[in-house]
C-alpha cells in the first residue's frame, strides 16, 4: 500500500518542502525513514515518510509519486538531512 503509485506527478522541489516541514514538526517519522533508508529497506522507509504527513494526503501521494519515478531523489532530500 505504502508504493501504490498516484495519480501525483514527481516534483521534487515539492517534496522538499514536505521533508523540511517534516523534519521540523516530526523528526522521529524522519529518523525511521532514515534508519531504514540506511538499511537497505525501501518500503519500510516510505512508510515512515507517509506517516510522519499524518493527514496531508497532498503530500503522502507526493511522496509515492517521487518514490515511483525517482526514488533516489526522495531518498537523497531524507540524507541531506542527516549529514
Known sequence: M???ASSSQY????ASVH?????DNDLSSMSSAYGAWKAGN?????SSLL????????GMNLYRACFRDKK????????????
Not at 516534483?11 to 515539492?14: L, R
Not at 521533508?19 to 523534519?23: A, G, H, M, V
Not at 525501501?42 to 516510505?46: F, I, Y
Request: proline share 3%; net charge negative; aromatic share 14%.
Open 51 to 58: 506517516s510522519g504527513q499524518g493527514q496531508n494526503i497532498n
Open 2 to 4: 505504502a508504493a501504490t
Open 42 to 46: 525501501e518500503l519500510k522507509s516510505l
Open 19 to 23: 521533508i523540511n516541514w517534516q523534519f
Open 72 to 83: 533516489k531523489d526522495l531518498f537523497d532530500l531524507l540524507q541531506g538531512k542527516f549529514p
Open 11 to 14: 516534483d521534487i522541489y515539492d
